[in-house]
């Protein structure tokens, strides 16, 4: 069968950095994306890795390994404004996504 | 600038009552998603579109049916509102299938309520 599974929550200070782990499993796997997403708005794109290594934009890294079926979201100098939930998405074909229930990250002074 | 949008963003009904909930997209994207998200469950697919007259179930369409008249809306009717539908709804779109066209874009969100 699918599933995806990430922590519920993390904790960090402003300035640090901070890793969010994803493993999933699934019979049929194209890519695998990260959204955020603030309190009562919408889920934003973030990131996607169709291919094993690490991509980086900015503040934010996202890392793949297809043959564990792991992935990672790295935030470096972290802002107050990176306090959100943070979503794991596998794409397994026909275009739909299967997402993991969120990580709440929350950034302190 | 393309955007998608969600109407009502806040709705109260009653048990019982019929309600559509809209989504307008003007990516001209041929994919379109409905999901809702609750507390400790995330992100659940109910229904999606490839494109005009197409429609699939999710994994929790119970209860719930779409249609596809053009490629800008996917309204999403909840048949009898039952208690457990109150949720966050989302719609998202997507380009046709392959590489990062599966990236989706999400409508702002309708809160409903049934009381």
């Known amino acids: 069968g699918q599933n995806i599974d990430q922590p519920t929550e993390m904790t960090a200070t402003e300035g640090a950095i901070v890793q969010i782990n994803c493993t999933y499993q699934?019979?049929?796997?194209?890519?695998l994306f990260w959204y955020q997403q603030h309190a009562g708005e919408a889920p934003t794109f973030l990131s996607y890795n169709v291919l094993d290594g690490l991509e980086e934009k900015g503040r934010f890294s996202s890392f793949l390994s297809r043959s564990k079926g792991y992935s990672y979201l790295l935030l470096k100098e972290l802002q107050m404004k990176d306090s959100a939930s943070y979503l794991c998405a596998f794409s397994s074909g026909y275009s739909t996504l299967t997402f993991g229930k969120g990580t709440m990250l929350l950034v302190s002074p | 600038d393309a955007e998608i949008t969600q109407s009502p963003r806040h709705k109260i009904t009653e048990t019982g009552r019929q309600v559509t909930l809209a989504c307008h997209q003007t990516w001209n994207h041929n994919n379109m998603f409905w999901y809702r998200q609750d507390l400790g469950h995330g992100l659940r697919l109910i229904h999606y579109?490839?494109?005009?007259?197409?429609?699939n179930k999710g994994e929790v369409s119970d209860g719930y049916s779409v249609s596809r008249s053009n490629t800008e809306d996917l309204p999403l009717t909840l048949e009898s509102a039952a208690s457990s539908q109150t949720s966050v709804y989302f719609c998202a779109s997507s380009e046709t299938a392959g590489s990062n066209t599966d990236t989706q874009y999400f409508g702002p969100g309708t809160r409903l309520t049934v009381l």
């Open positions: 579109s490839y494109g005009v007259q197409d429609t």
């Open positions: 699934t019979s049929g796997f194209n890519g």
